[in-house]
T-cell receptor, first 118, second 113 residues
């Protein structure tokens, strides 16, 4: 079973629309970390946010916001007033706690391709 | 500038011709890892290393080798590449503590004919 599920394979919006990218994760650890990465058309992976399992506060950074809900094992990402430059593939990832061989392992979802049309 | 570098960035080769993709980081990170990215599959871990001389298999290690002789370098070796190893490869590094952010290299696009 996948540890991280991004059910939306592709999303298309028109500029200035708000868009939410879903991420659902699965873990038995009580300590874990969640990440979002952006992969623009140029191909590099850009780190966006890291959140630990003990911090359920939502976070806002400019037009980006993240909603972490342990009750539903979700860590959703919202872009407000989307722009063409937001077009990219977005990956959600999970890192589990301190157990020996899994230390540092990063499990990625399959990504959501976001296209923002002008 | 703190960074992870990979070389080459693009490579076309033929089946069976051994190749090495280098990865180097200048952040004194203990943890390094290789991933491959394929359409519709996201990123999958190939091998990782928690420190010098310590390596372990990830989810898709078949057909790959790695070594970690120095802290900063973590080369990926394809002894006998096959077309199914055509992919986009990323190297990443981080400090060796739980939940540390992994920083990724720019990627290497490999085509095996």
């Amino acid at each position: 079973a996948q540890k991280v599920t991004q059910a939306q394979t592709e999303i298309s919006v028109v500029e200035k629309e708000d868009v939410t990218l879903d991420c659902v994760y699965e873990t038995r650890d009580t300590t874990y970390y969640l990440f979002w990465y952006k992969q623009p058309p140029s191909g590099e992976l850009v780190f966006l946010i890291r959140r630990n399992s003990f911090d359920e506060q939502n976070e806002i950074s400019g037009r980006y916001s993240w909603n972490f809900q342990k009750s539903t094992s979700s860590f959703n990402f919202t872009i407000t007033a989307s722009q063409v430059v937001d077009s990219a593939v977005y990956f959600c990832a999970l890192s589990e706690g301190n157990r020996g061989s899994t230390l540092g392992r990063l499990y990625f979802g399959r990504g959501t391709q976001l296209t923002v049309w002008p | 500038e703190a960074q992870v570098t990979q070389n080459p960035r693009y490579l076309i080769t033929v089946t069976g011709k051994k190749l090495t993709v280098t990865c180097s980081q200048n952040m004194n990170h203990e943890y390094m890892s290789w991933y491959r990215q394929d359409p519709g599959l996201g990123l999958r871990q190939i091998y990782y290393s928690m420190n010098v001389e310590v390596t372990d298999k990830g989810d898709v290690p078949e057909g790959y080798k790695v070594s970690r002789k120095e802290k900063r370098n973590f080369p990926l070796i394809l002894e006998s590449p096959s077309p199914n190893q055509t992919s986009l490869y990323f190297c990443a590094s981080s400090f060796r503590t739980s939940g540390e952010t992994q920083y990724f290299g720019p990627g290497t696009r490999l085509l095996v004919l």
